[in-house]
């Protein structure tokens, strides 16, 4: 078959059940895939393809015993942050570009236990501080719908494979975006589930009380499948909750859009620098679920304006913490010739971080120090208690709340926004990590230049069935996702 990268999860997982295909026919062209067309993508930084094979080997001898699972040899992306046993694990900098993790991620190690083939591991921005996925020391990802644009970040690696469709689904992190800012831009459906559903144990560790890992893929239905896999509770993470998990797939009609309010906060469309086309087509498909039975209620989001300046002072305050365990003596990047440990310490973190990361470092520690603690860090933690309460007081009187992902459609490579720039273009999406919130993006659309536009869902806590139905229902009624990049169509 030539066009198995054209199927859905489910059609993938009915495929290999009634032996269409073998899960090595499967894995061999994508494989082939990446190798034809990921060098102009360049979404991945390892490709695996013999531990590839052998798992789909290994997969296709347990369908054959009858013990296989949904998707026993159904073949998976991973972020680049996750650790992989045996494989490299970068982060996407240099400072691990030689480090082979002796354990794999809680994620990943239920992947292998859902029977699912690793193709490799895909590109991020720097220990995910971005919104591009060029600050990865592997160089820029490019979005597959316009190759001299950028296919948004921190996940752009997970993102792209998937809209150049070089695999079926990937696995990405969201600390303040990166799961819905790049599945926005690529236009992809993709889900960050709430603070503590999804294990953090072996995600290299950004912002903790922030990052949380995500399905990213072509619909909520995949996303779904991808979910069943990624989500529960870990005992090896102190943060992960102990609750049941849904079964997301059994799920997907279970919310209907008939009845269903939306809440509209009006701070969010009067945003500085939101796109026309975005505004437009965010709006029609506020419209079109409109028109499916849901009512919109417009609400107040006062904490808006608070939303950046909260969220660049937390998430660079604990990722300077989480950062000091590359000191170059543990592991990691270790500079030339040493005079003393201070040089050590000193060259190893200068030579193996890249600027945006050092710029966080600075902000972070600067933020953590004696005299400005209170000013800073205690000052702003006050300041996301409000933004949780102000969404809190929303679901009162809604049952999700929409907004654009992203205030604009996707930069061109190159764009040298300043830091301060790129920083408020994630004003949509890191309230919702302040707060703790899942969220999902889906596409609407594409603007004038054939970029893709997302919607966001935003709702309460444990309600990532919600979400995913919600946008299941659309995605049935509309077609937007089904639309593939041109390169996406190229066969190998
Ligand atoms: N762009 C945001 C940042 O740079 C979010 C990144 C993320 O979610 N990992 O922090």
Redesign the pocket.
Known sequence: MTDLHRLSIRELSEGLAGSKFSSRELTEHYLKRIEKIDAQVQSYVTVTPEQALAQADAADALRKSGMANVLTGVPVAHKDIFCTQGIKTTAGSKMLDNFISPYDATVVAKGKVAGLVTLGKVNM?EF????TSESSYFGATKNPWALDHVPG??SGGSAAAVAADLAPFATG??????IR?PASFCGLTGLKPTYGRVSRFGMIA?ASSLDQGGPMARSAEDCAYLMNVMAGHDAKDSTSMDQDVDDYVANLNGTSVKGLRIGIPKQYFNVAGLDADVKARVEESLKKLEEMGATLVEIDLNMTDAYVPT?YLI?PAEASSNLQRFDGVRYGYRCENPVDLTDLYKRSRSEGFGPEVQRRILIGTYALSAGYYDAYYVKAQKVRRLIQQDFLKAFESVDVIAAPSAPTTAYKIGANLTPVE??LG?IY??AV?LAGLPAINAPVGFDKDNLPVGLQLIGNYWSESQLLSVVHQYQQATDWHTKRAAIAEENA
């Open positions: 921005d995910a501080m971005g919104s970040g921190s992190t969201d600390t303040g975006g990166s800012q950004y969220y998430a790129m920083y994630d999406t890191i990590n």
